[in-house]
């Protein structure tokens, strides 16, 4: 069986009451954690650099052109530095 390749998941902050780690209107990545999306949240990698469980309602997920992921992750992990 080939191996499926996961694309990464970008979403847009619409709401960040109260979280000092969130920028309504940036872009975040989101990792896959199916039992918070379940429970209604997304794992986001904040501006902290870490990931946390935020509701999936502080969120609009995104789709990204496929030519352009890699340059987001770069920009991603070198901003969490």
Known sequence: MADLQVRPV???CVANDGCDDLSTGML???LTDEAAVGEGLLRIIDD???DYLYPASRFVVVQ???SEEQ???AIAS???L
């Open 10 to 12: 970008f979403a847009v």
């Open 28 to 30: 975040y990545r989101v």
């Open 48 to 50: 902290s650099g870490e």
């Open 64 to 66: 990204v052109p496929q």
């Open 71 to 73: 340059k987001l992750l």
């Open 78 to 80: 070198t901003d969490a």
